[in-house]
């Protein structure tokens, strides 16, 4: 986090101000006086203001059982966001870790930890994500072969990476894809020839979605969950 943001957060002042005590040679960061409002913190350097520590404040983390009809952006004039069903939370500085289609439930993960949501989310990092999908014709043994293959979509440059479809009946299926692209799940099927009729995700890097919360609530990550994110490679 920059200092200046993370004094003014600490502290209620503006970041004018803050700005201003930095140049005044207030602030000293690891123990060194600190004149750049740019300079780039983390736990665990101490920074003091006038002598005095400021105190790092706590990363929030939350998973959402995300109903159908509810939009993963920020905000959105005509449909629910996955930010407005945390009910009772200071949504400021919350980010959607990985976004879900209108139509498709389960597993949001939220954050004001811009890093970890970089580690669930980056294509380098290639956390893993777990569908059951709902189809409209039953899974064929080419299809399968062609999600371990990978598929070169429609206006894409570069094959899908090799994804694994486990049947649960004739129409049901669970994929695990290792990315997170447009559409991905619908796209792969439509190229198929199939055709994706309910979507639902149940983990994330690990982290699997709670069968206690029903759709439309959430809770906070224990720090097991936030830790596995951290620590999960690509093959699991
Ligand atoms: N793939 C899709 O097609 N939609 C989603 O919401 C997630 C993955």
């Keep these: ?17 803050v700005k201003r005590w930095i140049r005044a040679k207030c602030v000293t960061v690891a123990g060194i006086t600190t004149t750049d409002p740019r300079h780039y913190i ?10 005095s520590p400021l105190a790092y404040p706590h990363a929030r983390y939350y998973m959402l059982h995300k109903p159908e009809g509810v939009v993963c952006s920020n905000e959105d004039g005509e449909h629910p966001t996955a930010l407005d069903c945390l009910t ?12 879900l289609d209108k139509d498709t439930t389960g597993l949001v993960l939220i ?6 949501n970089h580690t669930i989310t980056a294509p380098r990092a290639a956390k893993n994500k777990v569908y059951c999908v709902s189809l409209a014709k039953p899974i ?13 979509l429609k206006g894409e440059s570069k094959p899908t990476r090799p994804a694994n479809v486990a049947p649960i009946t004739d129409t049901k299926v669970r994929v695990t894809l290792h990315e997170g692209r ?6 792969m099927f439509a190229a198929c020839g199939n055709h994706v009729t309910a979507l639902h995700r149940e983990s994330v890097a690990g982290i699997v979605l ?6 439309g609530q959430f809770r ?10 951290k620590s999960t490679s690509t093959d699991e």
Excluded at 111 to 116: C, F, M
């Design 182 to 187: 447009y559409h991905q799940v619908k796209r």
């Design 42 to 51: 983390a736990p665990p350097d101490e920074v003091t203001l006038n002598g």
């Design 210 to 215: 709670d069968a206690a919360l029903a759709p």
């Design 140 to 152: 064929s043994a080419q299809c399968m072969a062609q999600f371990a293959e990978g598929i070169l």
């Design 1 to 17: 986090m920059r200092l200046d943001k993370f004094i003014a957060h600490c502290t209620g002042a503006s970041r004018s101000e």
């Design 220 to 229: 906070p990550l224990t720090q097991a969950e936030i830790n596995l994110s």
């Design 111 to 116: 954050t004001d930890d811009g890093q970890w």
């Design 88 to 99: 009772g939370i200071h949504r400021e500085g919350l980010q959607i870790a990985g976004r």
